[in-house]
């Protein structure tokens, strides 16, 4: 090309736009793909747990618990009374606000409604003598102090409170030679 070409006014051709090719669903990108993973929503799935001393129980827990329900349950407790925290009404609170429903058996329990069980259900609060979800239902239903509180434990490590993250350093090669 002559610069007369390059600087000419007259272009004997018009550019030509290109389309953009439309994506497919097999086509996304690694950023689409970031995009779908970030606005899924994290949820753990139910986890059953055995009630000791009581065969062939289970309670089904939802292990969903926010900082702020966990705030909540813990100054209800008295976490920042002049006594301090209870811990047995603690550990009632985050079992009675976690239970979903009640297996006996291999069945879930349900009421003549079919609403699922829970230590709210009047029944269940029949059944224990109880006039309160928790702390009295709970206690009641477990009968033991200890296995109130060891339920508790399990359902805040299936929540995810006892989890580690770990770090991964991208400068270091692995050892697996």
């Known amino acids: 090309m002559t610069n007369s070409e390059l ?49 062939g129980v289970k309670l089904i827990i939802s292990p969903n618990i926010s900082q702020q329900q966990l705030r909540s349950w813990r100054r209800n407790a008295g976490e920042d009374s002049k006594n301090g925290l209870d811990s047995l009404k603690f550990a009632c609170a985050v079992v009675g606000h976690t239970t979903t429903g009640i297996i006996f058996g291999d069945e879930e329990v349900f009421d003549e409604s079919g609403n699922p069980l829970t230590f709210a259900s009047d029944l269940i609060m029949e059944m224990t003598e ?3 979800p928790h702390p009295d239902c709970v206690r009641a239903f477990f009968g033991v102090d200890p296995h109130t509180e060891g339920a508790a434990l399990a359902i805040l490590e299936a929540a995810g409170y006892s989890d580690t993250v770990d770090t991964v350093d991208p400068t270091k090669e692995s050892s697996a030679n």
């Open 7 to 55: 600087y000419s006014d007259q272009s004997p051709e018009q550019p030509v736009k290109k389309a953009v090719p439309s994506k497919s669903a097999k086509e996304q990108t690694v950023l689409d793909q970031l995009t779908a993973a970030i606005k899924k929503k994290v949820e753990r799935s139910t986890v059953h747990l055995e009630v000791p001393e009581r065969p």
């Open 130 to 132: 109880t006039t309160r």
